[in-house]
């Protein structure tokens, strides 16, 4: 529902029935936890963003400037990048565990 859907469509995505949904829309934990959940993935895609913003700056600046070191260091540093979870929702998962 977050997402635009309506409670039908939500419910037949979880597979559940529509009543299920309106219960938990009616416990206040849950819709507590709920938000919750909408206001960190939102933080998170913020967080994102700008991280993404500052890396492109970043990365924009060694290769424009007037030295082959710059460029260089930005080719070998992202040879050896591997991309980790990028999901929000693990991301959360991890640490409401710890």
């Known amino acids: ?50 991280m993404q913003e500052k890396a492109f700056v970043a990365i924009l600046g060694a290769l424009e400037s007037d030295s082959d070191t710059g460029c260089l260091w930005v080719i070998e540093r992202l040879q050896g990048v591997e991309v980790g979870n990028t999901s929000p929702i693990a991301a959360l998962n991890t640490s409401v565990q710890k």
């Open 1 to 50: 529902m977050a997402g635009g859907k309506s409670v039908v469509e939500t419910a037949s995505g979880l597979e559940v029935s529509r009543s299920t949904i309106y219960r938990l829309m009616d416990n206040g934990v849950f819709m507590a936890y709920y938000f919750l959940c909408s206001e960190v993935k939102m933080n998170v895609k913020n967080a994102l963003f700008s």
